[in-house]
């Protein structure tokens, strides 16, 4: 009999496969922390106000720039609209994406544009309650300065002003600013051409009671977030690294199993799917994303991390119900159908939000789950239900690693008594299941701790003369993290070659057919009857 | 009124002049048109020392904002001292930052901080709408010493570190003697722009998959300059009284000491500091810079600094009718040209004697 690679490798061996596997660790967090820049880049852009003298509305608009050659006629604040009489409707909010002497990349891969409203409290002019502000915005993008625009999304979006005034409302606090919550405006997933202009305008209709009742609007500011080209180059080539890495490990582990004279147990089954969905995130599809404008790609990328993260649930309950040491045969996947069904229908809940929130901006890039009472509702809706999944599922996860304790200090008492064989399999079992407990709980401890790090710091430590990045390393840190963690998984807990046990007795065996059951449903079994096993029982017969 | 209006006359007759010069003439040759005009415009404007005269020739696009800084410093002064005995008017040299104050009083102190905070605040701005360019992107980043490469590689968002060492390198520039009252414009220049860094609001936003908060993006946020006006005022109130201390007898004053203190405590640096008291400005004075509150507007039933009482010193009042004329049942939209009708009514106005 056999079992995993874990149990038969010494202890010298497994120690030098650990330091092995923390070298590649600590590299892939250096990698993050000294190479790469923070992830993601902020700019923040004060919309120039733009004066639209044109009467008539055409099919072709005219595209108004804030700055440049063919720059707009503009105001500087609304007191000089007031006295040139100029109306609501003949200020048009003008924004160049990006700032002068720069251009957009395809290496920044996204681009988020964040909403705030500067609004000055004005007691014959208050925000009312449950104020709604309706925006026209239109998008246009050009390749060189001197292209004509070209519009690419037009919109007429509705977003809840939420403002607070903290200040007394009395004369003498007219003119202090209203406390507004930053609003979504615009997601693009991807960032094909240099040059993006917005034009903005907040329509007036009385009758319709259209921008009515928001306050005195004093300035619109715009945040764009996008990230940043070297982080993307650095991801890229760490992706394109990892994904020969878990690949070869994967066929090198399939090659294990299909040596085997019997067919593949669930968890090994499991655990190769676990390969298989890890090589599936890796695998650099971004680099597409230079050459081509798919903006499908954050939501692609949205759904491979989320097969990732069912199938390693998945498979950690699976693991604990293999592990549970009791008279139960399982090695079936629907004995756990009551522990996946909360990790499916959670991520299924999820995968809806996301396409309900990107999927619905492929087309709209201006569109907002939130901005709408139905939309925030479904979207929370959503959100809490994956919720109760997540802390079912805990629930369920952390019922099973107390049943296989239990049984473990159970099994561990009986240990003396048994025959060396049954002894030495319960002792791998046991061995298995807790470096694997161990692994997991260092892994999600870390990234629980990184997370924290990385929502409360500043983004990047100051280490001697070095700046490190401790938001990139964070990135770069796990994300190798679970690779390395697939691929110890897979070379460990690979059937081994090696036999132990070599005693046999055959009225053990025989008065003991339901620890035999238990024991054929494991990956122990690696051999099982051969040719020469049953030659050799024949002479010792004869 | 009148040093205001022929203030902000004098304003007016040199700001549509630099606008013509710099917005004319065709985007080809906007270079030469600028570098032609440059050397008019900075050589026109009165009072800049000559290190402002060089930023100017080298920067013009920026002096455009650095003039309408020192107007939005302006502007909010008389804003905050609207209904004191001294409304941020004074006698004396016209510059392009005011008429400079005589006395190192408290007064000049929250000219200095404010003068200077609004053209960091200025600067911040324009770069915020594209109207400057090379705004702190202009340095190395990341090892990168092409601007467009570090952008595309790291990113620069133009905060207000930019604006503020801008207002550093041209507000400053102007102390050019050697005395107590330059430790105490650039102390007081410097609590003006850290006021402005101190309210800068830190904003941050989670996004990433399925909007979760696997990424927290944060930025600076310019806040309304108003605010930065009250926060002045407040250190204005509380501003310290200091001297200057010389290391030896004969060398130039090297630091600024508490005048009450008995060991050589300095102020620290959002501290407003002033040389010597303030004088009453009840009267025009040439000396001190008092502009007077001779014709000045007053309420005659206010127990404040608004009063008539007050502000005429106890001179006395003129009382003048009128009839007083505004808009009234305006239907408001969100900005510019509303809806009202016209009301009137007689009324009584009164100014100081």
């Not at chain 1, 952390?398 to 159970?410: K, P, T």
């Amino acid at each position: 009999m056999a079992g995993a690679i874990i149990e038969n490798m010494s202890t010298k061996k497994l120690v030098i496969l650990g330091v092995i596997l923390m070298l590649f660790q600590a590299f892939s967090f250096m990698v993050g922390g000294l190479i790469a820049p923070s992830p993601t880049a902020a700019v923040s852009y004060l919309a120039t106000k733009c004066v639209d003298n044109e009467k008539t509305h055409h099919k072709n608009p005219k595209w108004f720039t804030p700055w440049g050659p063919d720059q707009c006629s503009k105001i500087k604040d609304f007191d000089e609209a007031m006295v040139k009489k100029i109306e609501a409707n003949n200020i048009v909010f003008a924004i160049h994406i990006p700032p002068p002497n720069t251009e957009m990349s395809t290496w920044f891969q996204f681009l988020l544009l964040i909403l705030h409203f500067d609004i000055a409290f004005k007691i014959q002019n208050q925000i009312a309650d449950g104020a709604s502000i309706t925006i026209d915005v239109r998008l246009a993008y050009r390749d060189d300065k001197l292209s004509e625009w070209t519009q690419m999304a037009h919109s007429v979006e509705q977003r809840k002003l939420s403002c607070n005034f903290t200040a007394a409302k009395t004369i003498e606090n007219e003119g202090r600013l209203y406390d507004c919550d930053l609003l979504p405006f615009m997601e693009l997933g991807s960032v094909a051409h240099k040059y993006y202009l917005l034009n903005v305008r907040l329509p007036v209709n009385e009758r319709k009671k259209v921008n009515i009742g928001i306050g005195e609007i004093n300035d619109m500011r715009l945040v764009g977030i996008h990230q940043n080209g070297g982080f993307t180059k650095v991801w890229f080539a760490m992706k394109t690294f990892l994904t020969p890495s878990v690949l070869i490990i994967m066929i090198w582990y399939w090659k294990r199993i299909t040596q085997m004279t019997r067919p593949p147990v669930l968890l090994e089954k499991v655990i190769f799917a676990l390969g298989i969905s890890m090589t599936f995130i890796n695998i650099p599809v971004e680099w597409f994303s230079v050459g081509f404008d798919w903006t499908w790609m954050l939501l692609f990328g949205d759904i491979r991390q989320g097969i990732f993260y069912a199938m390693l649930l998945s498979f950690w309950i699976i693991f604990c119900g293999e592990h549970l040491m009791d008279q139960t045969e399982r090695n079936r996947f629907s004995v756990y159908w009551k522990q996946v069904i909360p990790i499916v229908f959670g991520s299924f809940c999820l995968f809806i939000f996301d396409m309900c929130e990107r999927g619905v901006q492929l087309k709209n890039p201006f569109y907002s789950i939130w901005a709408s009472d139905v939309g925030t509702e479904l979207a929370m809706a959503f959100i809490i239900v994956a919720g109760i999944c997540a802390c079912l599922y805990f629930l369920f996860l952390c019922f099973m690693v107390f049943q296989v304790f239990r049984n473990i200090s159970g099994k561990r008492s009986c240990l003396p008594a048994m025959t060396k064989a049954r002894r030495l399999h319960y002792e791998g079992l046991i061995f298995r299941f807790k470096f694997l407990m161990l692994v997991t709980l260092a892994c999600a401890a870390m990234t629980v701790i990184f997370f924290i790090i990385s929502q409360v710091s500043e983004g990047h430590w100051l280490w001697g003369g070095h700046t490190v990045q401790v938001n990139s390393a964070f990135f770069t840190g796990i994300y190798g993290m679970w690779n390395l963690y697939v691929f110890a998984l897979m070379f460990l807990y690979a059937p081994s070659h090696k036999r132990y046990g070599d005693e046999q007795s055959s009225a053990d065996q025989a008065g003991n057919s339901g620890e035999d059951t238990q024991l054929t449903t494991t990956i122990t079994h690696v051999d099982g009857p051969t040719e020469i096993y049953k030659m050799t029982g024949k002479e010792a017969q004869e | 009124m009148r040093s205001i209006s022929s203030c902000g006359a004098l304003l007016s007759v040199y700001y549509p002049q630099i606008f013509l010069i710099l917005t004319s003439g065709s985007y080809l040759a906007l270079s030469s048109v600028v570098a032609l005009g440059a050397n008019i415009i900075c050589n026109k404007i009165p009072g800049l020392a000559p290190r402002q005269r060089a930023i100017c020739q080298s920067r013009p696009d920026a002096i455009i904002i650095i003039g309408e800084g020192a107007q939005l410093g302006i502007n909010e002064c008389q804003y905050q001292f609207r209904y004191g005995r001294w409304n941020c008017s004074a006698l004396g040299e016209r510059t392009v930052f005011g008429q400079e104050l005589r006395v190192g009083s408290k007064e000049a102190a929250f000219t200095y901080a404010i003068t200077a905070a609004g053209v960091a605040h200025a600067v911040t701005a324009a770069c915020s709408q594209g109207n400057l360019s090379h705004c702190g992107c202009d340095r190395e980043k990341q090892g990168y010493h092409d601007q467009e490469e570090g952008w595309k590689w790291g990113g620069c968002s133009a905060d207000v570190k930019y604006g503020v060492e801008f207002s550093r390198r041209f507000v400053d520039a102007r102390e050019i003697k050697k005395n107590a009252r330059r430790l105490m414009n650039l102390h007081n220049n410097e609590a003006g722009r850290k006021v402005l860094e101190e309210r800068m609001k830190l904003e941050c936003k989670c996004h990433g998959v399925s909007g979760s908060c696997t990424t927290k993006t944060c930025w600076t946020t310019l806040p309304k300059f108003r605010e930065i006006g009250y926060v002045l005022k407040e250190r204005y109130t509380t501003a310290l009284e200091v001297e200057a201390v010389r290391a030896t007898r004969f060398r130039q004053p090297s630091f600024l000491r508490l005048k009450q203190s008995r060991g050589y405590i300095k102020p620290t640096d959002t501290d407003l500091v002033f040389l010597e008291r303030s004088p009453n400005y009840c009267e025009e004075d040439t000396v001190t810079g008092s502009a007077g509150t001779r014709g000045r507007l007053c309420n005659h039933t206010s127990p404040l600094t608004d009063g008539c009482n007050l502000m005429c010193c106890g001179r006395g009042h003129n009382t003048h009718q009128y009839t007083r004329v505004w808009q009234c049942n305006c239907k408001f939209q969100w900005c510019c040209f509303v809806k009202c009708n016209t009301c009137s009514e007689k009324t009584e106005v009164f100014t100081c004697k």
